[in-house]
């Protein structure tokens, strides 16, 4: 039974991968019909409507608790995150802003250090070294690009995912029985105003309600955005996190792969050794963050 359920919670984990990963192409294509703000406001408000009608129907708790927190997680998570890839993607390849976005384990275990007080050190020097050395050869400060911008809101996008996975963290240890889709519908539904907003206010063309525009925002909204949301947790629950964040981290590959193979983004050689770098960056984190969770089981089980 046992080895059933893990088998179960890897299925559930590719599939969410390869949704993840393929979803940064369909977000590409999606921002060709509309402007990034107005697609990331369907994306988010739908995708928030959505996660409520899964919380009514499984009966879990709809109310909205603490509240101030809750916001700053919808700026960090929604407008911060999505937004921000959203926009980088209208004008830089998919695939670099996969892997810049996915930075985001680097930037938690650097601001883990002031905010947690969880201090760099050991091996993790290392996935500083590794990451660092990734973002210069993707950059490539001595030959600037056209796509520079793009890039950075990028790399703010992860920046603002880890904040906001600190933040959880921190909101987590305070309410540790927040049930976890309440916890990511409100953020989402609150972070989707501002959104609104802004794709109210800043004029653009209208939305070109094509076939393929239509799909984009139903695979954003279904399967993006609560499909795979319930395999994580699904996986989450049967397997140690940092094996189930292990995993999760074949998404940029994906999207750097799918990204060649049908948007035809082929990587330069600094844009490769950049990806590699920042790959072997996120593998040391993930073993690392896996070593640390034996130590503990190990701790309690001798207790």
């Known amino acids: ?15 969410l991968t390869l949704i993840w990963g393929y979803n ?33 129907f499984t009966k879990r708790p709809l109310a909205l608790k ?10 960090l998570q929604t407008c911060g995150f999505t937004g921000l890839l959203i926009w980088a993607l209208v004008e830089g390849g998919a695939g670099k802003t996969a892997v810049l976005t996915y ?17 760099v050190q050991g091996w993790q020097w290392l996935a500083v070294l590794f990451a660092l050395f990734g973002m210069v050869f993707i950059f490539d400060p001595l030959h600037i690009k056209s796509d520079g ?14 904040i906001s996975a600190i933040i959880s963290k921190k ?32 004029p653009a063309p209208p939305i070109q309600w094509s076939n393929t ?10 399967l993006s955005g609560v499909v795979a949301w319930v395999f994580w947790l699904y996986a989450l629950q049967r397997l140690p996190a940092g094996v189930a964040s292990m ?44 070593r640390k969770h034996q130590q503990i089981d190990v701790a309690q089980g001798q207790e």
């Open 171 to 202: 909101l987590h240890q305070r309410a540790p029985h927040l049930d976890l889709l309440n916890l990511t519908a409100w953020p989402m539904l609150l972070g989707s105003i501002p959104i609104i907003a802004i794709a109210l206010i800043i």
């Open 66 to 75: 603490e509240f101030p927190t809750m916001l700053i997680l919808g700026i």
């Open 103 to 119: 930075t985001m384990p680097f930037w938690v275990m650097l601001f883990a250090w002031p905010m947690l007080g969880e201090k």
């Open 149 to 162: 911008f793009s890039m950075f809101l990028a790399l703010c996008s992860g920046i603002s995912w880890a």
């Open 247 to 290: 995993a999760s981290m074949l998404a940029p590959v994906i999207g750097v792969l799918a990204a060649w193979l049908q948007l035809n983004e082929i990587p330069d050689s600094y844009e490769l050794i950049g990806m590699v770098f920042i790959a072997l960056s996120l593998i040391t984190i993930s073993i690392i963050s896996i």
């Open 213 to 222: 525009f239509i799909l984009a925002v139903l695979f954003n909204v279904v």
């Open 1 to 15: 039974m046992r080895n059933n359920t893990i088998v179960k919670a890897f299925a559930a984990l590719f599939i």
């Open 24 to 56: 940064w192409v369909v977000m590409k294509l999606a921002v060709q019909y509309a402007s990034p703000f107005q697609f990331a406001a369907l994306r988010t408000f739908l995708g928030a409507i959505l996660l409520f009608v899964l919380i009514f």
